[in-house]
């Protein structure tokens, strides 16, 4: 049954890309260096959401939630690259919608894996929960705004920013930060750690590429393409590594170590 469920899952996943591929207009150039990080990413994510669907059937029950999230956020983010890799092949521009549709379903995920892992300490409240799907979104919702074009760029960069660092408020000094604290197994404990870094050096290099993108009055072409490169990497830093942290804590709890 469990094997049956984990092989219709990825049956899905085979035909994706022939979905997103139907309207494509050109073929990748060997020259297209944005566009070649585009596919690597998007593989590199299909991969990972097969390993983490398989990989909840060796770890113990209370981790099974924790990697079938981690596998959703990758197959979230696959689907939408598969999209993003085209507009950017045919049309040369920067797919931001697909992008930060992508974002306002992955982000509230991965909060929610963080959670699981506070909650796996001990202590987790649902304020904590809800603060920080509040900030996550608000800092999106800004950032959307000024790649978009509906308020300037700088006002929403600052707006959004001023969000994040409310997120890293709420889990370096606020209530997640004291829930952490408690007595749960070191693996669990350096997990959240862990997490924590990633959410300060990996979501960093967000601001940083939109930063490049839109901030540094550089040729708006070359521009384009360092946002995306960026933003590219960042994702495979925080969806796929992210997951991969989660993993590795899972099997080690599970085996025993
Ligand atoms: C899987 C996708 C993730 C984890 C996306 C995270 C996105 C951010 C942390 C974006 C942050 C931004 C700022 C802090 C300021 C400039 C605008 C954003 C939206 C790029």
Redesign the pocket.
Known sequence: MVRFRVASALALMALLPSMASAQAAKTLEPSDFVGISFWLISMALVAATAFFFLETQRVAGKWKTSLTVSGL?TLV?ATHYFYMREVWIATGSTPTVYRYI??LI??PL?ITEFHLILSAIGRASSGIFWRLIGSTTA??V??YV?EAGYVGVWP??IV??LF?IAVLYEIFMGEASKAAAGDAPASVQSAYKTMRLIVTFG?AV??I??FMGYLTGGNPADSMGMLNIVYNF??VV??IAFGVIIWSVAVSETEGK
């Open positions: 956020v983010a992508d974002w992955t982000v991965l800092m999106l800004a950032g000024g929403a960069f959004s920013m994040w979501w967000y601001p590429g939109y960042a994702d925080n969806k």
